[in-house]
């Protein structure tokens, strides 16, 4: 599903009647979300919602939301089965107990955006309807109608809602719209459109091709693989192209500058999956979870800043418009695995691995790990003689991680205040082309293996720069 969010204005009076509408809505989704389960046992949909309606009904709102509500309720409850979400945020409750805010201001926070399911036998929705040139929405609610003025939106957004206000005026697709204070949220499920931008020409993929994705704090690896042979085995599995891209976003970025960028991050995937015709992306399972609340607010932001799912949501979406499908994997010990066998920066290289993985899996392989024969880290590692051939992939990472031996490649280090492009790769930057992930006031670098021929000018191979990079790089590499 595709959001677009749109602010928009109206005087006063419809701001007070929106308001009272969203206290009512948010009163009905605590009801349904408290009374969602009884005696342990879930509720059925209509048993919950007559409850609702016998709570809530004879207001200025009509059944439609109460029923909107009671589906928003029980998807809260399925998300937090234990009956303990606070509505409002934690945290707010906490500083509301030590007297930092207000009553007037606890309530405020308490308010949900009102939420209208699409109904495409009503133009779309029940209670909006999105003019055609989207700069206008009007909201009727028991004969009371208000008009909403919408900011222009350009670019693709403008696109996607003008074509999505078409087809809904002609009963064709479902529009769901949720409002809060001061914008309109607008969810369109992009393959209602059969002319959506994004949309691309299906990839004609190969057999045993995946690219895989590593996510890190403020690195993201990119990695095609292929394996033909045997699944199970990373010895038979080629890299045959990776990027590795520098996010480079403050710990104070903006959510539009955060989702802008890694949206850019997003095509660039998809592309380097349709170079190659790669018709499955992997990705790590439970990247959701990833979260950090120790002591140190440094580690804290700089993992948390970003949100992960958003990312996942956005590249589904986005590489379902062009025909490309989307695989998550159990990653444990891909970094181990990965910077053992592959000749790629670490994060490319544990995207190597996932690749591979994301490979077993299509071949129908339960188990992802791959096979552990006799030998086959003494061949794989880098620096000599393994401390000792063990039996399992679990022993290997945990003797090399207690023997704190370096194992990780290290990723390329741009100098400091070198913010320009080097197209060419030159030494200065260990042999990989550096240009700029988007626009120009995008944040965030893509690195590109350079080519391999040298020249005067300095230029050297990928396989010299990996020299170099090992000849200056510590031992170990943490990300």
Known sequence: MQTISIPFRCCADDAVFITNIRKLYSAAVRSAYANAVAHGVARK???????????????????????????????????????????????????????????DEWRAMRIRPFCSRGDKQFLGNRHFRLALDARTCLFQMYGRKVELDLVAMTGNAGVVLRQAAALAAKKKINLTFRIDATRLHVTIDPDDLPAHPQRRRPVNPLPGRTLGIDLNPNWIGIAAAANTKDPGSVESTKLLDHALVKLDLDKDASPELVRETLAAVCDRAISMARKHRCGTIVLEKGLGKLRSSGRSRS??????????????????RRARLAGIDVLEVWAGYSSTIGNLAFDAPDACASASEIARRGIARLAGIKDVLPALEEGCVSRLWKNGKVPAELGAWQDVHRTIKAAKIGYRRPHPNVPLGARGSDVHGTQLFCGNAVVRLGRRHLPGLLFRVAAAKADKAGRISPSQSWNVAWASAPTEKSV
């Open 45 to 103: 949909q209509k048993e919950l919602r007559g409850l609702v309606k016998a709570r809530h009904a004879g207001g200025i709102v009509d059944a439609w939301v109460l029923h909107c509500a009671t589906l928003e309720g029980m998807d809260l409850r399925r998300a937090r089965p234990d009956g303990k979400m606070v509505f409002g945020t934690r945290a707010g409750l906490e500083r509301r107990r030590k007297g930092l805010i207000g009553r």
């Open 299 to 316: 580690l804290n932001r700089l993992l948390n800043y970003w949100a992960r799912t958003v990312f996942v949501a956005m590249l589904t």
